[in-house]
T-cell receptor, first 114, second 111 residues
Framework: SAVISQKPSRDICQRGTSLTIQCQVD?????MFWYRQQPGQSLTLIAT?????????ESGFVIDKFPISRPNLTFSTLTVSNMSPEDSSIYLC???????????FGPGTRLTVT | QKEVEQNSGPLSVPEGAIASLNCTYS??????FFWYRQYSGKSPELIMS????GDKEDGRFTAQLNKASQYVSLLIRDSQPSDSATYLC???????????FGGGTRVLVKP
């Protein structure tokens, strides 16, 4: 299974600012995804990070709010833009290899917006 | 109807007993099914995957899949206090590779 790291592990940000979260995988993977887990809730998929092209967003999530980059097969970033307290959540990236379908998660980034 | 449904629990199990967790899904064409374990404050950890009808065993864990009835279950044998966690059922629908998660079942194993 892939080993995934995320930076930062946590942050406290002021409303109106932006935060970029990095996700690094220790091997080349086909699939990378970004999820949000709000307090006491399950995981919700934000978008699929596509290598070399625009991310594919799920209903309710837009590129202006959550721009995503994926410059290569091992790295992706998620930016949470113009933050409000409602964005306080844990943001997780996952990775997997096509044909296997199994996805492994990074440790997450705990974001608090004040 | 939610796409993936689980009883939120908590499911309280004595140490050494079997914990039985259930999950139902709405998309009849779903092909891939997963169980993740999530400790408080940690990220989900994949513990089982199952793709065909029947049982799949891995150590103390057994996943069971019944596509006709659209449910998948997880049995934890000889439950230990370290099994206390939230267990998330996840499904990949027929087309694509995106995981859809259930709400999770909280399991408490009491010594």
């Amino acid at each position: 299974s892939a080993v995934i790291s995320q930076k930062p592990s946590r942050d406290i940000c002021q409303r109106g600012t932006s935060l970029t979260i990095q996700c690094q995988v220790d091997s080349q993977v086909t699939m990378m995804f970004w999820y949000r887990q709000q307090p006491g809730q399950s995981l919700t998929l934000i978008a699929t990070a596509n290598q070399g092209s625009e991310a594919t967003y799920e209903s309710g999530f837009v590129i202006d709010k959550f721009p995503i980059s994926r410059p290569n097969l091992t790295f992706s970033t998620l930016t949470v833009s113009n933050m409000s307290p409602e964005d306080s959540s844990i943001y997780l990236c996952s990775a997997g290899t096509s044909g296997e379908y199994e996805q492994y998660f990074g440790p997450g980034t705990r974001l608090t917006v004040t | 109807q939610k796409e993936v449904e689980q009883n939120s629990g908590p499911l309280s199990v004595p140490e050494g007993a079997i914990a039985s967790l259930n999950c139902t899904y709405s998309d009849r064409g779903s092909q891939s099914f997963f169980w993740y374990r999530q400790y408080s404050g940690k990220s989900p950890e994949l513990i089982m995957s199952i793709y065909s009808n029947g049982d799949k065993e891995d150590g103390r864990f057994t996943a069971q899949l019944n596509k006709a009835s659209q449910y998948v279950s997880l049995l934890i044998r000889d439950s230990q206090p370290s099994d206390s966690a939230t267990y998330l059922c996840a499904v990949i629908k027929a087309a694509g590779n995106k995981l859809t998660f259930g709400g999770g079942t909280r399991v408490l194993v009491k010594p």
